[in-house]
């Protein structure tokens, strides 16, 4: 009795499967690569990789390599020399591509004169219907005399062009093939395997040999492998070993040289770029160091190269917002540069007086794009993107492609404006020369602010671009504007508090405590006696100070403001500040307390006149970070939050004073509910 699972039935035919008459009906295709198994007989071939030379490499299960020329494989592949594995198909399946037949537009046109000849030839000898070769030549020689050739073509070239063009009967066919002309390489068979074996092991790795150290190599292991052959390899040339280098898949050698993310930058093909529907759709961000050295208001002296943050509308080209600081970039210059995109920038223009020239930039945005850097993962920007119905996206790793318009406007302004400016460090040494940057310097940062506000405001948003079809960013915006509406934050002052760094702590008798700091008044101690014990709240802290914090009342959902207990320390103090002084404290192995802390800042201001002296840039970009110079107080000017909390201002002094900002309102517009008034709009 045959067995049940020799005679079970196929799905597709409902034959049995043990029939002579069975083959393979549920046919799938594949895509040849790694892991895919061919069988030859009791031999099982893995494919592993594609070399460089375009050969295809397979292994054995005895780990015998095999390299082929993919047209050999499907020829092996067709004749049922080698049979398919079907288990190691895997599910994927590669996109079609269509290629169009060469056409006779794409030859020189000599060539295409020498087909039409040949054509000619064919076409006399088909009419008088010649069919042995006496005749055929005599139909030859007259057709070449009408045509004025010295000399007609032999019987045996225009039988060779009879058997190509009688296929298709195309011109194609007929035309000269230059490239099957020359000699034939001498690389082959046994010499080619070796010579590739070389190739891989000693030309495809990072070291990065040349090829002239690689023919050394070569002739070495030509010479060995001679010594145990009766007959020996021929010894190839230089030359020879440079054209068929030049052969090799060069993103493949790039691959093994440099890496996968080289190869990929280097050869990185672009098929169309990203399109946007309307202003504010999609916003991008980004820092860069300017190639601008800034002097120190009151010395006059360098003290550091800033940092600028640039917010561009993807759609526009417009400058939403930037900002510049002295600091390595964190939540809150991000934060600063996306409120500045938000708010109007009316008040920043009068300031400047600019009050004669517009800048629309203004609205909250439906995505924001960013790379990877920790300060656009950090909490507080998250929950401000949250609160304001922001979609935050994030660029894959080292792939700055993704937002190609931001990273274009940095060249754009270092290019028009930073190059310009004396103290520039252009954009590498080789481009700098002997140009003397520390000596030429003459901008602070606050002068180099306002010169970025007016280069925006009467150059670059006026300046015709090619990615919006030479139309300006200003033009854009305001076609754009009068035909989809640009939404607002319900509160500007709360948008501070939005971006603001983020934090949980517990409310006990002595208030929040947060870094090495209390915070508390009556508001707060009235908060804690309606909370359960041991719950936290949420805090919101500022980086360019330590004298307040906002917390969040879950209760009315509003933000609390809650000043320092110790006002003669805090008041004036910015976060690093602060963190310098606990660091002090720490390495000379103190308790840190408000004591200590109070005594160390004595000697604080002294230590940052001492940094200004240093001839180290270093130190007194230190010095400047300490004293957070940015941009900020100029392009947000004072806010209602730096204010809140006068100096000398105790917890006693207003007992009913809760300082409550509210913000509940700032979540009640979502995305999807304005893109789907958009006129357009695709959602």
């Known amino acids: ?49 594609r070399l460089a030379d375009g050969r295809i490499l397979l292994e054995s299960d005895e780990g015998e390599p095999l390299r082929i020329v993919e047209t050999e494989l499907w020829a092996r592949h067709a004749s049922a020399a080698w049979e398919l594995d079907r288990d190691s198909i895997a599910e994927a399946v590669a996109p079609v591509i269509e290629v169009s037949r060469r056409d006779a537009s794409t030859y020189k046109e000599k060539d295409v004169q020498q087909a039409q000849m040949r054509l000619a030839y ?38 060779r062009w009879k058997r190509r063009y009688r296929i298709a009967e195309d011109v194609v066919d007929v035309i000269p093939r230059h490239e099957r002309k020359g000699r034939i390489s001498v690389l082959d068979g046994a010499l080619l395997d070796l010579v590739e074996d070389v190739i891989e092991t000693h030309y495809l790795n990072q070291q990065r040999p040349t090829v002239a150290s690689l023919y050394d190599r070569v002739v070495t292991a030509i010479e060995e492998k001679n010594k145990q052959l009766p007959e020996p390899l021929p010894v190839i040339s230089r030359a020879t070993l440079y054209r068929h280098v030049h052969t090799l898949d060069w993103y493949m050698v790039t691959v093994a040289r440099e890496g996968r993310l080289a190869a990929k930058r280097k050869y990185r093909p672009v098929y169309g770029s990203l399109r946007t529907q309307y202003i504010n759709e999609r916003w ?17 002296i360098v003290i550091v190269r800033p940092i600028l943050t640039v917010v561009i509308d993807a759609h526009s080209r417009m400058v939403m917002g930037f900002q510049i600081s002295a600091r390595v970039p964190g939540q809150e210059e991000v934060g600063a540069a996306i409120r500045m995109g938000m708010l109007g920038k009316g008040a920043l223009l009068r300031q400047l007086g600019l009050e004669h020239i517009d800048w629309p930039a203004r609205g909250v945005p439906s995505l924001i794009v960013a790379d990877n850097g920790m300060e656009f993962h950090g909490t507080g920007l998250r929950h401000g993107c949250a609160d304001l119905s922001i979609e935050l996206a994030y660029c894959p790793s080292r792939s700055p492609w993704h937002k190609g ?66 139309r300006t960013p200003h033009m854009v915006w305001q076609e754009s504007c009068r035909k989809h509406h640009i939404y607002m934050a319900e509160d500007p002052n709360a948008l501070e508090i939005a971006f603001a760094g983020t934090t949980d702590c517990v409310v006990t008798n002595r208030g929040i405590t947060f870094d090495h700091l209390s915070y508390n008044n009556h508001g707060l101690q009235a908060l804690r006696l309606r909370l359960p014990e041991g719950e936290k709240l949420r805090v919101r802290y500022f980086c360019d100070r330590v004298d307040a914090v906002q917390i969040f009342d879950p209760a009315r959902k509003e933000y609390i403001e809650a000043a320092c207990t110790d006002l003669q320390y805090a008041t ?65 000017g004072e806010s209602a939050i730096s204010t809140a909390t006068p100096p000398g201002t105790s917890m006693d002094a207003d007992p009913d004073d809760t300082r409550h900002t509210v913000i509940a309102d700032i979540p009640a517009f979502a995305v999807s509910k304005r893109l789907t008034n958009h006129p357009g709009s695709k959602r």
């Not at 069975?22 to 031999?43: N, Q, T, W």
């Not at 055929?136 to 045509?147: D, S």
């Not at 991008?284 to 006059?300: A, F, G, Q, S, W």
């Open 1 to 49: 009795m045959v067995p049940l699972a020799l005679t079970s039935t196929c799905p597709s035919c409902r034959r049995p499967r043990s029939s002579l008459t069975h083959r393979r009906c549920d046919m799938r295709r594949f895509l040849l690569k790694p892991a895919i198994v061919f069988v030859e007989g009791s031999i099982r071939w893995t494919v592993q990789r």
């Open 122 to 159: 064919l076409r006399a000898v088909a009419t008088e219907g010649c069919t042995g070769q006496p005749y055929t030549e005599v139909v030859l020689a007259r057709v070449a005399a009408n045509l004025g050739v010295k000399a007609p073509p032999s019987y045996r070239s225009f039988c």
């Open 284 to 300: 991008e961000i980004d820092h860069t160091p300017v190639n601008l050295l800034c002097v120190c208001p009151k010395r006059r």
């Open 405 to 470: 318009r931001v990273e274009r406007f940095m060249r754009t302004v270092a290019e028009q404006l930073f190059h310009n400016i004396p103290g520039t460090t252009w954009s590498n040494t080789a481009e700098r020369g002997d140009y003397e940057s520390a000596g030429l310097a003459c901008v602070t940062l606050e002068d180099l602010t306002k010169l970025v506000v007016r280069w925006i405001v009467e150059v670059y948003q006026h300046a015709p671009h090619r990615g919006l079809g030479q």
């Open 572 to 636: 004036g103090l910015t976060r690093d500040m602060h963190a310098e002084l606990v660091d002090q404290l720490r390495c000379e192995s103190k308790v840190v307390d408000i004591d200590s802390l109070r005594r160390a800042r004595v000697a604080l201001s002294d230590h940052i006149d001492e940094l200004y002296r240093s001839h180290r840039i270093s130190d007194r970009r230190k010095a400047a970070r300490l004293e957070g110079h940015s941009s900020k107080s100029i392009l947000l």
